[in-house]
């Protein structure tokens, strides 16, 4: 393959030679020879086709995002000599470069091996591929050049950034009678008081209220409220018009962030989750318990991109017909449209106890602005509108109005006091 520089010189060369039958002139035509007798004299050294064999190592394949990888691609010449020759590595551009570089310039003599490290920083989950490596051996003159592709490539896993939920109140109201750590209203094996009643054959001694028995001539025992487990679905909103923001500043991946604090702190608790993701298809990983779950729920997250176009009504009609109505559903939503709202009352007329986490989509558009009048005009009327919309769910539902740059946890905590004071 020819480079540029010769068309640079054939079309000078043609320049001058035009020019001296233009102007008859030979002085013109002989200042044509030059650069021809250059492409000549390049021709006699031809680029030698690279023949590299390729060695990767990554410092790790898993990370979660703001999380840094160091690359590094040795490459070994086991071919003829090659006088210059430019690499460059396939770096995803989710992938920033922090440290040294992923391109470079080199003379690699037969049997010589060249480096290449650098250091990455994942700015957006997902699954990427870094390489394959691509060359170009140029001959001495830099006339002509050999591409070629080493088939180098290093799978890296970015997770979402895990939400620290610790302090968060979000439990299931219905139970199922499977152990949990959720108070059932009901007696059975837990850790906070009861009642008490009289003793019966097969009572735990540690369990007899000594007082009672004292007091009243006859054994008494003490009853615990029994702690159960319930069903926890979540519900991720990832259609392309969830889509507000930045790459890396947006709805979707904000809800993909909350999604999965939100699992890991309810499979904590010792109860199921479940999550559907509304965007080209309805993704859907069954209910189940412990950190497999967490693991499922986390490989389907990773791989959520914004896009589609599905109805709301869809996933009522999903939840209705895969999910018991006592679970609780946590729906995820930017809510750019008034759909949510009848999805919403339909969830609730089937009988769901339903949790709305709404990353503001108003707050995540305001960064990305310049401040000025209209702008902020613009912003008071549609937080108007926000307001009544989500004046209106809170009627039939509990709501998080979830300002991204805000931990998620403080916003849940505040959502529990409010509806304890009601």
Known sequence: MRTPFVAGLVGTSMVFVLGGFVYRSWQLVLLALPPLLFLAVGALAPPRAPRLVPERVVSRDRLEVGGSVRVEVTLRNAGPGLDLLEIVDGRPAELVLERGTDRAVVALPPGDSFTLAYEVRALVKGEYA?????????????????????????????APALEDMRRARLAPR???????????????????????????????????????????????????????????????????????????????????????????????????????VQRNVLDRVLPAFGKKQLYRVLDALVHVRAGGEWPFAQVALILSRYYAPDALVVLISPLTDRTALEAVVGLTARGYDVVIVSPSPLEIERKLTRPSVAQETAYRVLRIERDNLLAQLRRIAHVVDWDPATPLALSLRRMATSARAR
């Not at 390489?131 to 180098?152: H, K, N, Q, T, Y």
């Not at 009672?212 to 991720?236: K, M, Q, W, Y």
């Not at 889509?243 to 999965?260: I, M, Q, Y």
Request: hydrophobic fraction near 40%.
């Open 130 to 158: 870094i390489g394959p490596v691509r060359v170009r051996a140029l001959d001495p003159l830099g006339l002509g050049a050999e591409d070629a592709v080493v088939p180098s490539v290093a799978r890296v896993h970015v």
């Open 174 to 276: 219905r139970t199922r009678p499977w152990f949990g750590q959720v108070s059932s209203r009901r007696p059975g094996i837990g850790t906070e008081f009861w009642a008490v009643r009289e003793y019966a054959p097969g009572d735990e001694v540690r369990r007899i209220n000594w007082k009672a028995t004292a007091r009243l001539g006859r054994p008494f025992t003490n009853e615990f409220e029994g702690e159960r487990s319930g069903d926890v679905v979540i519900v991720l909103d990832a259609r392309r018009e969830s889509f507000v923001g930045s790459r890396t500043d947006n709805p979707v991946e904000h809800g993909v962030r909350a999604a999965l604090g939100i699992a890991e702190h309810v499979l904590a608790s010792r109860n199921r989750v479940g999550l559907i």
